[in-house]
């Protein structure tokens, strides 16, 4: 075990990311299974001149554990995981622990005027909603860290319609909202000495008489208004709601998690994610730094100017949320970061590792749970 030391600082990191790969390394997702596999029994033996101290793995497997909290939320189908049941799911997960949930249904959402997040789940039978997760670990007075969660549980595109294969596998578009449950949820379990607010946009983008379509003008939670040019960039505009929503409860630092683009997948590769700062880079690189020690592959891609000016490009509103142009991973966090104004937010599109097509070390293909272990290690440094 000595010898794994040489990729860590110290031998504590090795002993939390062994508990953690025997979480991670023997998920499986068989609900739906007719018949299904004995559980894994797992065995770690682990031989060190140096004193182990099983604290460090009991972390480890915590932190798995709620990496695979966020798998099985991912893995369930769409016909099943509604933004309804999502939400009911996630109150009844943390019932009875320190973790408070509140929801607010499709018709709270109009009369407080969610305009973006209504826009887009307005089309489906299942009406969308917006679920905050709060977990207090130190005085309540301490500004929270603020988690968002994009939770698209089915994405069809709209009327900017998918083709039938980009179609498959769109019920994992609510992955950044089940990992953000799986942050929280493993901060619960660490008993971590932070605050946390979890937000999670939760909407179907579906077709019918009532959805939006190319050309509507909706107004955002902000006030802004918000020219719709393609109904397939959804994300965004739940996001900009949730975002704003987020940012009054006066966060320290805003993150938001969402399989966004597929242009963050032609710029980096399908295992990395792309971060955005927005008055965060020290944040930011204590993340990136972390993100390498935990094995996440995370890379930072800019906002300029060019990017702030694009989403304003429209002639009858104040926003757009499509650009025909190039860098579309960039003007998709540029609309996102607005909506946080000054308040330091970093962005993560994790479009391409939020699931892998191929079984590894890791596990099997699916979900995979990214981003948390690099955010859970960044909040017990806090």
């Known amino acids: 075990m000595d010898s794994f030391i040489s990729k860590y600082d110290q031998l504590s990191d090795v002993l939390m990311a062994c508990g953690i790969q025997s979480e991670r390394a023997t998920y499986e997702f068989d609900h739906y299974k007719s018949s299904k596999k004995a559980p894994f029994k797992t065995n770690l033996n682990l031989i060190s001149e140096s004193l182990i101290e099983l604290d460090f793995i009991h972390e480890g497997i915590s932190i798995g554990q709620s990496i695979n909290l966020a798998r099985d939320f991912s893995n369930m189908p769409p016909n099943v995981l509604t933004p309804q049941t999502f939400a009911e799911d996630i109150v009844n997960h943390f019932k009875n ?150 940012n009054q409860y006066q966060p320290s630092v805003i993150m938001d998690f969402a399989t966004l683009t597929g242009a963050a997948i032609v710029a980096l590769g399908d295992d990395k994610a792309a971060a955005f700062e927005s008055n965060s880079k020290v944040i930011l690189n204590d993340i990136l730094q972390i993100s390498s020690k935990v094995d996440e592959m995370v890379f930072e891609l800019p906002i300029t100017a060019t990017e702030r000016a694009s989403i304003k490009h429209s002639d009858i509103a104040d926003l757009v949320n499509h650009t025909n142009g190039q860098g579309k991973a960039l003007f998709a966090a540029s609309f996102v970061t607005h909506f946080s104004g000054q308040t330091p937010h970093i962005h993560f599109d994790i479009a391409g590792p939020a699931t892998t097509n191929k079984a590894s070390y890791n596990g099997p293909k699916g979900p995979t749970g990214f981003m948390i272990p690099t955010i859970v290690q960044w909040l017990k440094q806090q």
């Open 97 to 246: 622990t320190k973790v408070k949930v509140e929801v607010k249904d499709y018709d709270t959402l109009v009369s407080e005027g969610f305009g973006l997040l209504q826009a887009v789940g307005k089309g489906s039978k299942h009406k969308p909603r917006l679920v905050t997760i709060t977990y207090n670990g130190k005085d309540k007075d301490e500004a929270p860290i603020a988690l968002v969660g994009k939770g698209i549980t089915y994405d069809s595109g709209g009327y900017s319609i998918k083709t039938k294969n980009g179609m498959a596998t769109m019920k994992y578009d609510m992955c950044g909202a089940a990992n953000v449950v799986g942050i929280i949820e493993a901060a619960s379990r660490l008993q971590l000495s932070v605050n946390i607010v979890g937000v999670l946009a939760c909407a179907e983008n579906m077709i019918n008489e009532a959805s939006m379509k190319p050309d509507d003008v909706f107004t955002a939670l902000s006030g802004e208004t918000v020219e719709v040019m393609n109904t397939d960039a959804e994300g965004r505009l739940v996001l900009a709601d949730a975002v704003y929503y987020a």
